[in-house]
């Protein structure tokens, strides 16, 4: 961590590279910017103010701003205005591309930025990108950790979200009051890139285990069982998970989940996709056999083609079952 540039305006503890805040910390504005707010970050964004956070939000789509701003929060004008405005802003965006240019990019996060700030990037991206921005983030006099959730738009809508966050203990400490407006479970995984080394193998095993519900419950009903009560045998017996229990992806079983709306909202297959690709390279560079996952990429990826990228990922039920769209 490069803290030679922080010495300015921080004092900093050499011998356990911990960070006292002092004069910026307390500069900062106590404003929340929040930038990226679709599926999730609609949801994450309204449970801080409902917690009494003043917020300034951004997206590039304006329906999604104007929803915000109907709820009481203020519109910036890009996400370099978002961080002119705040001191702590967090970020849920869709890809590493995505990320890297909303905070280095022209009019980006870093141009605007505040000393002092705590950036915290929820998005789901290859730990990487939280490795880079953090040494920028740290050039500038600010910080950054990456804060990547699990519970999906369920846990977000209910302010019931996992965090795993990777970064400076004492930053995450710092970033509580934030992240508990959101989340229910705050998890320190380890220095900066480790939130996200822990969200991309949940993420695996997610992928894996919503294609394996969708097929045992298309096997299941085409013997001629009852899907509802095959769904209520899995769930009480060792085929239990949270894509059978939460988040069945058959239609007409569950009230309030995706499969109960045309697979609309929800978590995309094309994201899913793009995680399953994360796993593939992290699996890649740690020379990690994961047949598994690799096989559950090709059957998400295979979905997009078929014109289910932008329909929630349970839709894989429906690819099982009739090889195509819906
Ligand atoms: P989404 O596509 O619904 O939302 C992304 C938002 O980012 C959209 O509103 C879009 O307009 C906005 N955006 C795109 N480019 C932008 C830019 N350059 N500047 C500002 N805004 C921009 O996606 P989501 O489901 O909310 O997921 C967001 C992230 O969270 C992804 O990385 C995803 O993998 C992760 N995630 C999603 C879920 C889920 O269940 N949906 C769960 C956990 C993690």
Redesign the pocket.
């Known amino acids: 961590m490069a803290f030679s540039t922080l010495a300015k305006n921080f004092q900093v503890c050499s011998r356990s590279h911990a960070i006292i805040f002092t004069r910026a910390s307390r500069k900062a504005s106590t404003n929340v910017g929040f ?8 949801f994450m964004a309204k449970n801080l103010m409902n917690k009494g956070h003043k917020l300034v939000v ?4 304006k329906a ?1 701003t104007e929803a915000l701003a109907k709820a009481g929060a203020t519109v910036a004008k890009n ?1 370099a205005d978002v961080a002119a405005q705040s001191g702590t802003v967090v970020t ?4 590493n591309d ?1 990320v890297t ?2 905070y280095t990019g022209k009019d980006g996060v870093f141009e605007g930025l505040q000393s002092g700030s705590i950036l915290l990037d ?4 290859d730990p990487s990108v939280p490795t880079a921005l953090e040494k920028i983030a740290n050039s500038k006099g600010s910080f950054f950790l990456d804060t ?6 369920i846990a ?1 809508q209910s302010g019931e979200l996992t965090f795993m966050v990777g970064g400076d203990k004492q930053i995450f400490e710092k970033a509580q009051g934030v992240l508990s407006g959101m989340g229910k479970k705050l998890v320190h995984c380890g220095g900066i890139g480790m939130g996200q080394a822990a ?1 991309i193998c949940n993420n695996m095993l997610l992928g894996i285990s919503m294609a394996g519900v969708a097929e045992a419950m298309n096997l299941g009903i085409r013997l001629g069982l009852d899907g509802k009560q095959l769904m209520d045998i899995i769930n009480n017996s060792t085929g239990r998970c949270w894509s059978s229990e939460i988040y069945n992806p058959v239609p007409g079983l569950m009230p309030n989940v995706p499969s109960a709306r045309d697979y609309e909202g ?3 297959s094309g ?1 899913i996709a ?2 399953l690709g994360l796993a593939q390279g992290l699996a890649t560079r740690t020379g990690s056999p994961i047949p598994m996952g690799a096989l559950a990429s090709q059957i998400y990826r295979l979905m997009c083609k078929a014109g289910l990228e932008v329909r929630d990922f349970s839709s894989v039920y429906k690819f099982i079952q009739d090889g195509q769209k819906i």
Do not use: E, R
Request: charged fraction near 10%.
């Open positions: 930038i990226g707010l679709g599926n999730m970050g609609g951004y997206d590039v789509s999604a996400p849920m965006l869709p890809n995505i240019n909303v929820s998005s789901t991206v990547p959730v699990s519970g999906g738009v977000a969200k929800g978590f995309y994201l793009k995680d």
